[in-house]
């Protein structure tokens, strides 16, 4: 399928928004009775009134299954992130922070771990919408790229609230939500508001960098029919310095820092009310993300000839650059409601060249004239149409019936120039120039869910979804969800649900060639040259996500639960343990080897997560949720990725005045363990490769203060005790801990 192709089609499918569309000229534009007012005002609020019985709206449709949290933005900005929305999201259950893969390569590029599934089966949306401009960024063999992922996009106040959803519940969003999903909510422009928010964060140690961003909103009715709002912001965290993790010893060179990144904002929305039922809304974004480079490299070294070359610490190494438009109709009728958008997200991932093979994989090039950029682009159309309508069959229901199109198209000259050798035929073009740099994929799904309310104490949720992929054809995704009122205040939910993530443009990618010059070899040949390219005939890995859970509630503020999960993950897609082709075939002990990506072997993940809140009295309450990970490990016995084997979130809120609130917390991370043996070669870790890290505590502590009806303030310490941990490079102490700091954030609004 081509290009142009994937426009149309997307066309086609964006055509359906005109469908809920077009009968907004049939709607009435206001109520004609007393009842008919009512049951507006009621939709407008979310929730359906049919026949006089109150039917689950879409959100509260999330609320019954066990793996659902809700952020807050008066919980964001209590305690704001110093960078990035990921510091307050693994404060959930079931969420912790990892690099991109367990070998713990670029462990500082930490990202959302759900489940400990990893990052890359975490999907992000903004506002329903998928984010992939991570894709753009180069995938070596063990699954290691070089980003720091994407939930920085949106920064944190302009968020109205973050959905965070685990397990089976995931599944009705498609490819990527293996491990959960994290859906970012922005700020509706519903009231005229003009705010500019600052944000300062120090540490006390003057290796760590600082950061700083400032931003202004603007929002609110331009007449009786158009609204709008406006977001610009820029924000800048420093790097770590070059010898944070230990000085430069007998040749070898000790691991990065925390790398810095700078951040621009740009966001603009136009809102039309075209009738009471009836809403259109206009979105273009633009924002830039480029690093502060802190020596990192593929094999954690810090590249100080790097640092020297280029001039100084803090350089701009790579720039990641984000655009997107879209067009969002959200529909009310009397069979019930509809949501329809189509956007299209353009990345520019422009970074200096960087080695493709060996020890210099990930290494910033200086032969020749010195370091040169290259330049991917990436991109993704999105489009999806989607009912809600209730109905009354023998029970009273809500069925949501949706369809989708999402497609990938990248252009990446840089990433498939690596040579292979004479007298080397893969079937591909042994010269990178005749190689075609361009990669695509496209997948349509159709998805169904049910929520049935069998009786007034028993919610039966079943949905379907079926995905069409060009390239490894259809792949079906049942579930089941279900929620019981043993009593007004204790609940059972549980749910099981057939997950899936496509595979990447690289490991689908024939032209994407990786040769690890004797570094990525599987034994026995792991001290030879081998060849690794993508392979067009992978399926879908598939995960069978199980959960089941209990919780108490009640009018006090009293809440106390506990679930159960279960995933079984197969088809993981890794690089190939037996070689597929030998340079000399009667002498497999010489020459060169190929492997291709492969659907490897089962995995299984299991774990217990827990949550309880205390109204200690009325303006205290202690809140806690603790994650223990029972079982994590593929096929050869190894973690999917390196998370604690328990994790304990905890904190005080004291609101002493309806102005002034305090807040404790402290998170309790236990051992990390790491993997036994080294998935480049195949061979038994020894050593110092096998230390874990240790169990630490972090505790931070924050007032929030309102001055007045226009000032905020907040301020506090984060790791009041000073517990750091630093990037070694042995075992599972991939990346650092950044020490005590203190913060200060205001916001004036008018």
């Known amino acids: 399928m081509n290009f142009h192709r994937a426009y149309r089609t997307a066309t086609a499918i964006g055509l359906l928004m005109s469908i809920s569309l077009f009968s907004a000229h049939a709607q009435t534009t206001s109520p004609k009775t007393k009842e008919d007012e009512e049951k507006a005002r009621q939709e407008q609020a979310g929730t359906i009134v049919l026949n006089e019985v109150v039917v689950l709206s879409a959100k509260d449709q999330l609320k019954q299954a066990p793996g659902v949290s809700n952020i807050s933005s008066e919980d964001i900005a209590k305690t704001p992130p110093t960078n990035d929305i990921s510091e307050i999201v693994r404060k959930m259950p079931g969420i912790n922070l990892t690099g991109n893969s367990a070998t713990g390569v670029r462990g500082n590029n930490?990202?959302?771990?759900?489940?400990?599934?990893?990052?890359?089966?975490?999907?992000?949306?903004?506002?329903?919408?998928?984010?992939?401009?991570?894709?753009?960024?180069?995938?070596?063999?063990?699954?290691?790229?070089?980003?720091?992922?994407?939930?920085?996009?949106?920064?944190?106040?302009?968020?109205?609230?973050i959905e965070?959803?685990?397990?089976?519940?995931?599944?009705?969003?498609?490819?990527?939500?293996?491990?959960?999903?994290?859906?970012?909510?922005?700020?509706?422009?519903?009231?005229?508001?003009?705010?500019?928010?600052?944000?300062?964060?120090?540490?006390?140690?003057?290796?760590?960098?600082?950061?700083?961003?400032?931003?202004?909103?603007?929002?609110?009715?331009?007449?009786?029919?158009?609204?709008?709002?406006?977001?610009?912001?820029?924000?800048k965290q420093d790097p770590d310095k070059l010898d944070i993790n230990g000085e430069e010893d007998a040749g070898t060179t000790a691991p990065a820092?925390?790398?810095?990144?700078?951040?621009?904002?740009?966001?603009?929305?136009?809102?039309?009310?075209?009738?009471?039922?009836?809403?259109?809304?206009?979105?273009?974004?633009?924002?830039?993300?480029?690093?502060?480079?802190a020596g990192d490299t593929q094999y954690g070294g810090t590249a100080n000839e790097i640092i020297k070359e280029l001039g100084r610490r803090g350089d701009e190494t790579n720039r990641m650059t984000r655009s997107t438009l879209a067009a969002t109709h959200y529909g009310q009728y009397d069979f019930g409601t509809s949501e329809s958008s189509i956007?299209?997200?353009?990345?520019?991932?422009?970074?200096?060249?960087?080695?493709?093979?060996?020890?210099?994989?990930?290494?910033?090039?200086?032969?020749?004239?010195?370091?040169?950029?290259?330049?991917?682009?990436?991109?993704?159309?999105?489009?999806?149409?989607?009912?809600?309508?209730?109905?009354?069959?023998?029970?009273?229901?809500?069925?949501?019936?949706?369809?989708?199109?999402?497609?990938?198209?990248?252009?990446?000259?840089?990433?498939?120039?690596?040579?292979?050798?004479?007298?080397?035929?893969?079937?591909?073009?042994g010269n990178p120039a005749d190689r075609d740099p361009k990669s695509s994929a496209h997948m349509f799904g159709l998805y169904a869910e049910d929520n049935i309310m069998i009786t007034d104490a028993f919610i039966l949720t079943p949905g379907?979804?079926?995905?069409?992929?060009?390239?490894?054809?259809?792949?079906?995704?049942?579930?089941?969800?279900?929620?019981?009122?043993?009593?007004?205040?204790?609940?059972?939910?549980?749910?099981?649900?057939?997950?899936?993530?496509?595979?990447?443009?690289?490991?689908?990618?024939?032209?994407?060639?990786?040769?690890?010059?004797?570094?990525?070899?599987?034994?026995?040949?792991?001290?030879?040259?081998?060849?690794?390219?993508?392979?067009?005939?992978?399926?879908?890995?598939?995960?069978?996500?199980?959960?089941?859970?209990?919780?108490?509630?009640?009018?006090?503020?009293?809440?106390?639960g506990i679930t159960y999960f279960h995933n079984d993950y197969k088809n993981k897609i890794i690089t190939g343990y037996e070689p597929v082709w030998f340079q000399y075939p009667d002498r497999p002990t010489e020459g060169s080897r190929l492997y291709r990506w492969e659907n490897g072997g089962p995995a299984t993940i299991a774990g217990l997560e827990a949550n309880l809140a205390v109204p200690v009295f009325d303006k205290l309450t202690w809140t806690t949720n603790a994650t223990k990970m029972i079982e994590s490990k593929d096929s050869n016995g190894q973690p999917l990725?390196?998370?604690?084997?328990?994790?304990?979130?905890?904190?005080?809120?004291?609101?002493?005045?309806?102005?002034?609130?305090?807040?404790?917390?402290a998170t309790h991370y236990g051992k990390i363990k790491p993997l036994t043996w080294n998935s480049t070669s195949g061979q038994p870790r020894e050593g110092e490769d096998l230390n874990a890290r240790k169990a630490y505590t972090i505790v931070n502590a924050s007032l929030d203060f309102r001055l007045n009806d226009n000032l905020k303030v907040a301020a506090g310490v984060n790791n009041v005790f000073d517990e750091r941990l630093f990037r070694t490079g042995d075992g599972a102490n991939t990346f650092n801990e950044p020490g005590r700091a203190y913060f200060l954030s205001l916001s004036g609004s008018f």
């Not at 063990?142 to 920085?152: A, I, K, L, V, W």
């Not at 682009?377 to 229901?397: C, G």
């Not at 390196?642 to 609130?661: H, S």
């Open 164 to 235: 965070v959803i685990r397990g089976p519940a995931a599944a009705r969003y498609g490819s990527g939500s293996s491990g959960g999903v994290i859906n970012i909510i922005t700020k509706r422009p519903d009231k005229a508001t003009y705010s500019v928010n600052t944000y300062f964060n120090v540490p006390e140690h003057s290796d760590e960098g600082g950061s700083k961003r400032a931003n202004l909103l603007a929002s609110g009715p331009i007449n009786d029919f158009l609204s709008y709002r406006f977001f610009a912001g820029v924000g």
């Open 257 to 293: 820092g925390r790398e810095g990144v700078i951040n621009k904002d740009l966001k603009g929305l136009l809102s039309w009310e075209i009738n009471e039922s009836h809403r259109l809304d206009f979105e273009a974004t633009w924002s830039r993300q480029s690093n502060q480079f």
């Open 641 to 665: 990725s390196l998370v604690p084997e328990y994790t304990i979130n905890t904190a005080l809120n004291y609101q002493a005045t309806e102005e002034l609130g305090f807040t404790v917390s």
């Open 110 to 161: 930490r990202q959302i771990d759900i489940r400990g599934m990893g990052p890359e089966n975490t999907l992000i949306l903004i506002d329903g919408k998928p984010v992939l401009s991570r894709n753009s960024v180069r995938y070596s063999m063990n699954g290691e790229r070089d980003t720091r992922g994407d939930s920085n996009w949106v920064p944190a106040e302009a968020i109205e609230r």
């Open 464 to 560: 379907l979804r079926l995905d069409y992929h060009d390239k490894f054809g259809l792949n079906w995704s049942p579930s089941l969800n279900a929620s019981y009122n043993f009593t007004p205040e204790i609940t059972l939910k549980a749910g099981i649900a057939r997950a899936f993530k496509a595979p990447n443009l690289f490991q689908l990618n024939p032209n994407y060639v990786y040769t690890s010059r004797g570094n990525g070899c599987r034994a026995p040949y792991y001290r030879m040259q081998c060849y690794i390219i993508g392979n067009p005939d992978l399926d879908a890995e598939v995960s069978v996500n199980k959960e089941i859970g209990i919780n108490y509630t009640d009018d006090a503020g009293w809440n106390a």
């Open 343 to 429: 956007q299209w997200e353009h990345t520019v991932n422009r970074r200096l060249r960087e080695g493709l093979a060996g020890a210099g994989e990930g290494t910033i090039s200086t032969g020749g004239d010195g370091p040169t950029w290259g330049t991917a682009t990436l991109d993704n159309i999105y489009a999806k149409s989607e009912f809600n309508i209730p109905l009354s069959f023998h029970f009273d229901q809500k069925l949501t019936l949706g369809v989708d199109y999402r497609g990938e198209m990248m252009d990446d000259p840089i990433s498939i120039t690596q040579t292979i050798g004479n007298g080397i035929d893969f079937g591909i073009p």
